[in-house]
């Protein structure tokens, strides 16, 4: 059997008329910067997520980069983020020659140890930027908390988070990204919410942030040709956004579908005692991304894997404290000791809501086949 780490062919297959009619739509409209559909993909998504504003750019990694630059990441200004995480997430605060400052990660739900925040503070700290990774989100309330008592931006990476939604003290969920000062999705095509090629979108409450945000992607300018700052150009295509709208009616089933599928690993799993699954932490709403496990013997399991025609992937093999681009930093191995663990460890396998429970048996079968071999 070949189980695919991920494919959109299944779902496209299943909701073809729909998609190829959303797309012909726009060719027919002509409308291909900014259209009606990006502008309706914003609407959907404010109420989705419940923030007051919400801007269409050219990619996750876009969505970073031009709000770390609003919320005035820069020369010299430090940001906490954790190293286990994408690319993105810190090259962002690089971009604008701020400084990221790392702080290890919580060993149960690989995300930013808040509890050690704190202790990274200068006078010349001016941001938090948390990850919301894989499954769960960061623990935004002692987050907001620091935050708030040293006047901190909070800038809040749920590029894997589309759907996750955190409990705060009161008893309603509040969504990822709609917490901190900004938030950013990404609609990579492989996200929980993916586009046919790239996207994202920033989010926040604050109407002033969301001015500059929409100037900053269409060159920092406040009306055509007059222009307030050096900005981008970072517009979510309207192509994309008729695709993401027909994407975003079955988004709930789509979630619904990847918890199933978790639900079914854990189940053919549990008794593996060469493999640990991580917890997920009370009080929020998660969403499966990707699955992933802690395996003994990692590089030699992801090869056998390969063998046995079964996709799978490492999310992260190497930390950014260690990788070249950020050895101006000065880390050494051994600095975040829980991000490296986890990175020797960590494999993701298939998980995509058109993913059939053979499969996941035959995944589970091979995992277990190649401890006992
Ligand atoms: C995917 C991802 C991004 C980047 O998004 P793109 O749309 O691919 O640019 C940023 N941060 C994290 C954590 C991601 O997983």
Known sequence: M??????????????????????????????????????KLEEEVKKYTGAKHAIGVASGTDALVLTSHVLGFEDGAEVITSPFTFLASTSCIAKHRAKPVFVDIDEKTFNIDANKIEEKITDKTKG??????????????KIMEIANKHDL?????????????????????????????????????????????????????DDDLAK????????????????DYIGYNSRLDTMQAAVLLVKLKYI????????????????RLEDCRNIRIPEIVEDQKQVYYVFNI???????????????GVGNSIYYPVPLHLQ?????????????PVAEKVANEIIALPI??????????????????FYTK
């Open 2 to 39: 070949k189980v695919d780490f991920y494919t959109s062919k299944r779902e496209y297959a299943e909701k073809q008329a729909e998609i190829d009619k959303a797309i012909l739509e726009v060719a027919r409209g002509g409308k291909f910067i900014l259209g009606p559909e990006v502008t």
């Open 252 to 267: 709930d089933e789509a979630i619904a579908k990847r918890a199933q599928v978790a639900k079914w690993y854990k189940e």
């Open 153 to 205: 931006r909070v800038l809040e990476d749920a590029a894997e988070a589309f759907g996750m939604k955190y409990k705060g003290k009161g008893d309603t969920y509040r969504h990822s990204g709609s917490i901190g000062d900004f938030g950013i999705f990404s609609f990579f095509p492989t996200k929980t919410l993916g586009a046919y090629g790239d996207a994202g979108m920033v989010i926040t409450n």
């Open 294 to 308: 802690l395996a003994e013997k990692r590089d030699e399991l992801a090869a056998y894997l390969k063998e046995n």
């Open 352 to 369: 995509y809501p058109e993913i059939k429970e053979e499969e996941v048996d035959y995944v589970c079968e091979t995992i277990k086949k």
């Open 324 to 336: 070249k681009c950020f050895s101006y930093l000065g880390h050494k191995k051994g600095d975040f």
């Open 128 to 141: 938090i930027l948390p990850i919301h990774l894989f499954s769960q989100m960061a623990d935004m309330d």
């Open 212 to 227: 500059k945000a929409k100037m900053f992607r269409v060159h920092g300018a406040s009306r055509k040709y007059h222009y």
